[in-house]
């Protein structure tokens, strides 16, 4: 069965630095989103993206975030300069278009540790 | 209330038992999904349910959705170890491919 994958499941990372958490959604997908989870707290949306532009953000996803579609099959998330409070679970998902299924498929996120 | 609040917060039940689980929103929604999610791993999705359904069943799962109240439940029959997790209810806007909103959680613990 086709899924979501995500690359590392795990990072450690300096304030400060930059990291690019990857995922490679399900292939014949065309809507796109990340969302992340602090420890013990609520999934949050961040961004969803489709035909090549960001269709959507949330508060949290300020300029310190982008997304990217660099080919056909990966799916990006760019922090440019970690902050202590970006550590969470960062979960990608896809789903088809409206016109069919409208379930979001969620990786098994990339633990993001900013220390 | 949060848009899509579950309840209970936690719920401990004897393996065999039937576990009901209850979440509300406060927006017009396309739909309302369930997902579980194991400590510390990903999130699985187990059922969609349409505004304009009112019950849906996926094997030992049975989801219900009362519109005008903007509730919905989640029943886990004849529950089993392996059904031990945290189960979110998650709602989308009006128009479909939308952002999810999730809820708190609840906290199933199956007792063997």
Same mark, same amino acid.
């Given at each position: 069965e086709?899924?979501?994958?995500?690359?590392? #499941?795990h990072q450690?990372?300096q304030? $400060?630095q930059?990291v690019?958490?990857?995922?490679v959604?399900?292939?014949?997908h !065309?809507?796109f989103?990340?969302?992340r989870?602090i !420890?013990?707290?609520?999934?949050?949306?961040l961004?969803s993206?489709?035909n090549n532009?960001?269709s959507?953000?949330?508060?949290?996803?300020?300029?310190q975030?982008?997304?990217e @579609?660099?080919?056909g #099959?990966?799916?990006?998330l760019k922090i @440019? #300069?970690?902050? !202590?409070?970006?550590s969470a679970?960062?979960f990608c998902?896809s #789903?088809?278009t $409206?016109l $069919?299924?409208?379930?979001?498929?969620? $990786?098994?996120g990339t633990r !993001?540790?900013?220390? | %209330?949060?848009?899509? =609040?579950?309840?209970?917060?936690?719920?401990?039940?004897?393996e065999?038992e039937?576990?009901?689980? *209850?979440?509300?929103?406060?927006?017009?929604? *396309?739909?309302l999904?369930?997902?579980?999610? *194991?400590?510390?791993?990903?999130?699985v999705?187990?059922?969609?349910? /349409? %505004?304009?359904? /009112?019950?849906?069943?996926s094997?030992?799962l049975?989801?219900?959705?009362?519109t005008?109240?903007?509730?919905s439940s989640?029943l886990?029959?004849a %529950? /089993?170890?392996?059904?031990t997790? %945290?189960?979110?209810c998650?709602t989308?806007? *009006?128009?479909g491919? =939308?952002k999810?909103?999730f809820g708190?959680?609840t906290?199933?613990?199956i007792?063997?």
């Amino acid at each position: 069965e086709p899924e979501v994958t995500q690359t590392p #499941s795990h990072q450690v990372t300096q304030m $400060g630095q930059e990291v690019i958490l990857r995922c490679v959604p399900i292939s014949n997908h !065309l809507y796109f989103y990340w969302y992340r989870q602090i !420890l013990g707290q609520k999934v949050e949306f961040l961004v969803s993206f489709y035909n090549n532009e960001i269709s959507e953000k949330s508060e949290i996803f300020d300029d310190q975030f982008s997304v990217e @579609r660099p080919d056909g #099959s990966n799916f990006t998330l760019k922090i @440019r #300069s970690t902050k !202590l409070e970006d550590s969470a679970m960062y979960f990608c998902a896809s #789903s088809e278009t $409206g016109l $069919g299924d409208e379930t979001q498929y969620f $990786g098994p996120g990339t633990r !993001l540790l900013v220390l | %209330s949060q848009q899509g =609040e579950e309840d209970p917060q936690a719920l401990s039940i004897q393996e065999g038992e039937n576990a009901t689980m *209850n979440c509300s929103y406060k927006t017009s929604i *396309n739909n309302l999904q369930w997902y579980r999610q *194991n400590s510390g791993r990903g999130l699985v999705h187990l059922i969609l349910i /349409r %505004s304009n359904e /009112r019950e849906k069943h996926s094997g030992r799962l049975r989801v219900t959705l009362d519109t005008s109240k903007k509730s919905s439940s989640l029943l886990i029959t004849a %529950s /089993r170890a392996a059904d031990t997790a %945290s189960y979110f209810c998650a709602t989308d806007g *009006n128009f479909g491919n =939308e952002k999810l909103t999730f809820g708190t959680g609840t906290r199933l613990t199956i007792i063997p």
